[in-house]
């Protein structure tokens, strides 16, 4: 699976920015997606999955009520809509293709895309 992200950008803190990410290849309607993120100066992190039928979702606890991800198998898309944004979530944003949702929060990734920066300031 080849990954294309998009939709990063500047936004105040409480603002919201949407990610997207389209997938190429059959893989991807059985694929577990995901979002994993780099800070300047710090290791890469989870930030969220989602199962191959887009029902079970995982998420990092700094995200959670914050963040949602979704994804549209016809379209081969995963999206990564992100509210109340804080300027610790700058970042730049990676969409990733693994096994499974739950193996894919844990680093079990297979595919990823090239970042996407989210910059928040306040």
């Known amino acids: 699976v080849q990954l294309q992200a998009s939709g990063g950008g500047w936004v105040q803190a409480g603002g919201s920015l949407r990610l997207s990410c389209v997938a190429s290849?059959?893989?991807?309607?059985?694929?577990?997606m995901g979002w994993f993120r780099r800070a300047p100066g710090k290791d890469r992190e989870f930030v969220a999955t989602?199962?191959?039928?887009?029902?079970?979702?995982y998420y990092a606890e700094s995200v959670k009520r914050r963040f949602t991800i979704s994804r549209d198998n016809a379209k081969n898309t995963v999206y990564l809509q992100m509210n109340s944004l804080k300027p610790e979530d700058t970042a730049s944003y990676y969409c990733?293709?693994?096994?499974?949702?739950?193996?894919?929060?844990?680093?079990?990734?297979?595919?990823w895309g090239q970042g996407t920066q989210v910059t928040v300031s306040s």
């Open positions: 989602i199962s191959s039928s887009g029902v079970t979702t």
């Open positions: 290849g059959r893989a991807f309607s059985t694929s577990g």
């Open positions: 990733t293709a693994g096994p499974a949702a739950a193996s894919l929060a844990s680093g079990v990734v297979q595919s």
